[in-house]
């Protein structure tokens, strides 16, 4: 059974850093490129960070230079480190792989105050 389970989300003030992670099992992690995602209230959810298997890394645009993002094959993680966080970051953060994405876990929640 596919189980993502996103922690670390909370209330921030702008220019804050927060640390998401991401534990994943039920399917094979070390082989599956991994992405950070975010859904904003009455947005579409858009990728912001995405980590192959092999460790390259892309970067939305809008978050690039403020956040990064790592894995722990070893550990079935990846994580999400957001520094500079402004108050347009607000959403929920979901991980998930990049291709076949699979059932999607309850995401967390991070708000940024102005």
């Known amino acids: 059974q596919v189980q993502l389970v996103e922690s670390g989300g909370g209330l921030v003030q702008s220019g804050g850093s927060l640390r998401l992670s991401c534990a994943a099992s039920?399917?094979?992690?070390?082989?599956?490129?991994m992405g950070w995602y975010r859904q904003a209230p009455g947005k579409q959810r858009e990728l912001v960070a995405g980590?192959?298997?092999?460790?390259?890394?892309i970067y939305a645009d809008s978050v690039k230079g403020r956040f990064t993002t790592s894995r722990d094959n070893a550990k079935n993680t990846v994580t999400l480190q957001m520094n500079s966080l402004k108050p347009e970051d607000t959403a929920v953060y979901y991980c998930?792989?990049?291709?076949?994405?699979?059932?999607w876990g309850q995401g967390t929640q991070v708000t940024v105050s102005s």
């Open positions: 039920g399917f094979i992690f070390s082989i599956n490129d």
């Open positions: 980590i192959t298997r092999r460790g390259g890394t």
């Open positions: 998930n792989t990049l291709s076949a994405p699979r059932p």
